[in-house]
Nanobody, 121 residues
Framework: QVQLVESGGGLVRPGGSLRLSCSASGSMFRMYAMGWYRQAPGKQRELVAT???????NYADSVKGRFTISRDSGKKTVYLQMNSLKPEDTALYYC???????????????WGQGSQVTVSS
């Protein structure tokens, strides 16, 4: 089974920074895209940022210029550096990874447990 474990959430003041990490473990043949979604109370889950296995990144308009996604393929870890945080960034952040467990497997999406990010003065 593939497991994703997140870390790095917390409480920060507006304008502050946080870095989220998400590490994958378990048997994997190949890992494709990784990324982050977030869900604020009463709102739908929204895509924050993605990074392909080739390193191509994509961001939601609301975080462009403030958030940076990166990955360490050797460590099977994806990071989300969040700068200039705003109260509207408050949400539960979920990482994901698209993985083939064996060369016969189909590509499946696995999710982290969620990390709370709260931006408040």
């Amino acid at each position: 089974q593939v497991q994703l474990v997140e870390s790095g959430g917390g409480l920060v003041r507006p304008g502050g920074s946080l870095r989220l990490s998400c590490s994958a473990s378990g048997s994997m043949f190949r890992m494709y895209a990784m990324g982050w979604y977030r869900q604020a109370p009463g709102k739908q889950r929204e895509l924050v940022a993605t990074i392909t296995d080739g390193g191509t990144t994509n961001y939601a308009d609301s975080v462009k210029g403030r958030f940076t996604i990166s990955r360490d393929s050797g460590k099977k870890t994806v990071y989300l550096q969040m700068n200039s945080l705003k109260p509207e960034d408050t949400a539960l952040y979920y990482c994901y990874a698209d993985v083939e467990r064996t060369f016969l497997d189909t590509r499946n999406r696995y999710w982290g447990q969620g990390s709370q990010v709260t931006v408040s003065s």
